[in-house]
T-cell receptor
Framework: AQSVSQHNHHVILSEAASLELGCNYS??????LFWYVQYPGQHLQLLLK??????LVKGIKGFEAEFIKSKFSFNLRKPSVQWSDTAEYFC??????????FGPGTRLSVLP | DTGVSQDPRHKITKRGQNVTFRCDPI?????LYWYRQTLGQGPEFLTY????????KSRLLSDRFSAERPKGSFSTLEIQRTEQGDSAMYLC??????????FGSGTRLTVV
């Protein structure tokens, strides 16, 4: 069965700091990878996704993620965070149309 | 609004009562998913439909839970004889094929 782990439960950063959120998945086959964000009181929104091709994918709001197949990882990065990035971030795996498996989430708090 | 809509936004019910939630997906999306999210956790898959066919159900979906999508458009999720452990956010999402989901805002259920 697929599973997704996220390295940090809660990350606290100051504005302008760089961000990297870890995500590892367990599945032997080919998967699609996603990062979703949930701002306080709002619904889940897609940040970025990887299906194939260039393993460095760029998403909305300056976020990017790198797929490293050998490490089963899909880490999310942003060079300079803003207070408005305060949210919960979820990594998810999908096996070609089957249901998504989400990680437990990482809460990001950005201090102004 | 062309997003996924869920109704109601909040539901408080007494233990033992039945509740029903509705989800209206994006009209051109053929897949509809139900997830449950508890505090501090990522969404957990419950079930999904392709058009009107219910293709997969999670072990989380006990006999007290039933979902329908009678005409391949909106869907309902019913919980019978609610228990306190059913308290959670119930999320609906839709997609076209296996692409990234679009989530609704969810229905927060509180069983007292």
């Amino acid at each position: 069965a697929q599973s997704v782990s996220q390295h940090n439960h809660h990350v606290i950063l100051s504005e302008a700091a760089s961000l990297e959120l870890g995500c590892n998945y367990s599945y032997g086959g080919t998967v699609n990878l996603f990062w979703y964000v949930q701002y306080p009181g709002q619904h889940l929104q897609l940040l970025l996704k990887y299906f194939s091709g260039d393993p460095l994918v760029k998403g909305i709001k300056g976020f990017e993620a790198e797929f490293i197949k050998s490490k089963f990882s899909f880490n999310l990065r942003k060079p300079s965070v803003q207070w408005s990035d305060t949210a919960e971030y979820f990594c998810a795996v999908n096996n070609y149309g089957q249901n998504f498996v989400f990680g437990p989430g990482t809460r990001l708090s950005v201090l102004p | 609004d062309t997003g996924v809509s869920q109704d109601p936004r909040h539901k408080i019910t007494k233990r033992g009562q039945n509740v029903t939630f509705r989800c209206d997906p994006i009209s051109e999306h053929n897949r509809l998913y139900w997830y449950r999210q508890t505090l501090g956790q990522g969404p957990e898959f419950l079930t999904y439909f392709q058009n009107e066919a219910q293709l997969e159900k999670s072990r989380l979906l006990s006999d007290r839970f039933s979902a329908e999508r009678p005409k391949g458009s909106f869907s309902t999720l019913e919980i019978q004889r609610t228990e306190q452990g059913d308290s959670a956010m119930y999320l609906c999402a839709s997609s076209q094929g296996g692409d990234g989901y679009t989530f609704g805002s969810g229905t927060r259920l509180t069983v007292v």
